[in-house]
C-alpha cells in the first residue's frame, strides 16, 4: 500500500518544483524529503523522479502518481476539515498565504484582532505570488488566501475555490516631482511612451497588469528595474530613475520628492480572500469575517469599495464582481 505522508511529499515536489523547496513547505529536512521519496519509489516500483540541471523533475511514472497524489490529498484534506469544522470553537492552526502587499497593509491589523478574539488560533503567514499561493490551497497546504486580481486582468480561479473581494482600489502612476508629466491631473496611459519603470519580477501580477494596460494603448514599456516591493520601486522614483505603479495601500510610503497621478483609464486592483468552501473551518470563517469589516470605509482609509459578496462558482475569470 501507498504510503500517504511519501504521497504528500510528491505532491508538494509537483507543487514547488524542487525537493528543497517542498521540503520547506512541509516543514522537514530536504534529506528526510529525499528519503521518503526514495521509499515511495520502492513502494511503486518505478522512477519517479529524474535530474534535471540542479533540480528534479518527474518522470512519466512520475506525473501519473502525483495527479493521483493531488486528488487524493485534497479529499483527505477535505475529511480532515469536514471533522475539524463539526466543532465551532474557533482554535488551532490557520494557514495563510498572501501577496506580498496584502501582508504588509491588511493582515497585521487583521491578525492583531483575531488573536484578541480567539487566543486558541494559531495562525501563521506565507508569502508568495498568487501563481504559487493557489496551487497550495488546492492541494491542503493553505487554509486561505488574500491574493490580487487586476482589473484590465482578471485571474482565473480554479474550480472549487471561493473568492471575496476585500479591498477595491485604484492605482496611480509615481513619479519624480520634476518629471514634466508630474503635474498633471491625470495621466493617460497611451501618454506614458519612453517612461522607464520599476516594477515586480516577471510574472508577478501588478507587472503583468502594468504590461497589459500600456500595451492595450500602444505603448511598449521599458522595464528598466525589477523589484518587487512598493517601498524600493518609490526610492528609485525619488531619485528620478523611473516611474512605478503605486496602488493606494501603499501611497502612505510616498517620499516627499514624488508625486503620484491617477491614470485615465483607471488602474484597479481587488485584493480577494480566497479558500475552499468544502473545507471551510471555523479559524477561516473567523478570519474571513475580520477582513471583511476591516474593508469597511469607516475603519481603514486605504478602502475605496468594500466587499458585497463572494464567487463560489469556481473556474471563471473573476475581477471586482462577487457571486455566491
Known amino acids: 500500500m501507498i504510503n500517504l505522508e511519501r504521497l504528500r511529499a510528491l505532491a508538494a515536489v509537483d507543487t514547488h518544483g524542487s525537493i528543497a523547496r517542498a521540503a520547506q513547505a512541509l516543514h522537514i529536512t530536504a534529506s528526510g524529503m529525499s528519503q521518503q521519496l526514495s521509499k515511495l519509489e520502492r513502494e511503486c516500483g518505478h522512477r519517479l523522479l529524474e535530474p534535471e540541471g540542479r533540480s528534479v523533475r518527474l518522470t512519466h511514472a ?3 502518481l502525483a495527479d493521483h497524489a493531488a486528488a487524493v490529498m485534497s479529499r483527505v484534506g477535505a475529511a480532515e476539515q469536514d471533522l475539524a469544522a463539526l466543532g465551532t470553537e474557533v482554535l488551532g492552526p490557520l494557514r495563510i498565504g498572501a501577496v506580498g502587499s496584502a501582508i504588509r497593509t491588511l493582515l497585521p491589523a487583521a491578525l492583531a ?51 471575496r473581494t476585500i479591498v477595491t482600489e485604484e492605482a496611480q502612476v509615481a513619479l519624480h516631482a520634476d518629471h514634466p508629466l508630474g503635474a498633471r491631473p491625470v495621466l493617460r496611459l497611451a501618454d506614458l511612451g519612453g517612461v522607464p519603470w520599476a516594477a515586480c519580477p516577471p510574472g ?31 526610492a528609485l522614483v525619488a531619485s528620478g530613475l523611473t516611474a512605478a505603479l503605486i496602488p493606494d495601500a501603499a501611497l502612505q510610503q510616498v ?14 486592483r481587488h485584493v480577494q480572500a480566497a479558500w475552499r468552501p468544502r473545507t471551510e473551518t471555523p479559524p477561516v470563517r473567523a478570519c474571513l469575517d475580520v477582513l471583511t469589516h476591516a474593508s469597511r470605509p469607516e475603519e481603514s482609509a486605504t478602502v475605496l469599495k468594500p466587499a458585497s459578496g463572494e464567487n463560489r462558482a469556481g473556474g471563471r475569470d473573476v475581477g471586482g464582481v462577487d457571486h455566491r
Open 113 to 163: 484582532t483575531l488573536g484578541a478574539r480567539h487566543p486558541r488560533l494559531t495562525p501563521s503567514v506565507r508569502d508568495g505570488e498568487v501563481t504559487g499561493l493557489l496551487p497550495a490551497l488546492l492541494h491542503g497546504e493553505l487554509d486561505l488566501l488574500l491574493i490580487e486580481n487586476w482589473a484590465n486582468r482578471p485571474r482565473h480561479i480554479p474550480e472549487g475555490v471561493a473568492v
Open 255 to 268: 517620499p516627499s520628492d514624488v508625486v503620484c497621478v491617477p491614470t485615465d483609464p483607471p488602474l484597479r
Open 62 to 64: 512520475g506525473r501519473v
Open 204 to 234: 508577478a501580477e501588478p507587472r503583468e497588469a502594468l504590461v497589459q494596460a500600456l500595451r492595450a494603448h500602444g505603448v511598449e514599456p521599458e522595464i528598466r528595474y525589477s523589484v518587487g516591493d512598493h517601498a524600493t520601486q518609490l
